[in-house]
């Protein structure tokens, strides 16, 4: 399967969207999310608070951002 150009970009947001939730969870609030949930926090959040958690923990990726490859200086976050 290929994506289109948009189809990867909503991908990579909603990966992103994903990371940043956990990670907020996981650093946080020292818990874990099972994936649907985050998935479904990730979703439903607004931009702003998406933003917000970011602004929260070191790194969204928490060396786990495909982006990044293990770098969080790099992460698309």
């Known amino acids: ?8 970009a909503v991908a990579t947001q909603t ?11 996981d650093s946080m609030l020292e818990t874990s999310l099972d994936d649907e949930t985050a998935f479904d926090i990730g979703v439903a959040l607004p931009q702003d608070g998406i933003a917000r958690l970011r602004g929260l923990v ?7 951002c495909p982006a990044a ?7 698309v976050a």
């Open 1 to 8: 399967m290929t994506l289109t150009e948009r189809g990867d």
């Open 15 to 25: 990966g992103w969207r994903f990371r940043v939730v956990a990670s907020f969870f």
């Open 58 to 64: 070191d790194s969204a990726c928490l060396g786990r």
């Open 69 to 75: 490859d293990g770098d969080a200086g790099r992460c």
